[in-house]
């Protein structure tokens, strides 16, 4: 069984940065795209980004393109979504995933348990 496991999320001012991890216990890590999604109260899970197995490619949500950036380390079997110049309506619980390399929620097979980000001043 696969896990998961975020970290990095808290309350951060509105223009600030964060940097959010998710360690997986998967042997065979790169084998997976890493997706990060979020979902803000009251409304569904959106995607925010998503990068290869290898790390050669990435794709944003536009929402979110400039100020966050998806990266992967498999040495440690950990990747990273780097956010600057947060918005309040950046305030979400935010997930990662594995899977196949998409930007819906149906192509990840694995899911960690979120982590909550709240930007407010």
């Known amino acids: 069984q696969v896990q998961l496991v975020e970290s990095g999320g808290g309350l951060v001012q509105p223009g600030g940065s964060l940097r959010l991890s998710c360690a997986a216990s998967?042997?065979?890590?790169?084998?997976?795209?890493i997706g990060w999604f979020r979902q803000a109260p009251g409304k569904e899970r959106i995607f925010v980004a998503t990068i290869s197995g290898a790390g050669m490619r990435t794709r944003y949500a536009v929402s979110v393109k400039g100020r966050f950036s998806i990266s992967r380390d498999n040495a440690k079997n950990t990747g990273y979504l780097q956010m600057n110049s947060l918005k309040p309506e950046d305030t979400a619980v935010y997930y990662c995933?594995?899977?196949?390399?998409?930007?819906?929620?149906?192509?990840?097979?694995?899911w960690g348990q979120g982590t909550q980000v709240t930007v407010s001043s």
């Open positions: 998967e042997r065979t890590f790169s084998n997976y795209a």
């Open positions: 995933a594995l899977g196949a390399e998409g930007t819906t929620a149906p192509a990840y097979g694995y």
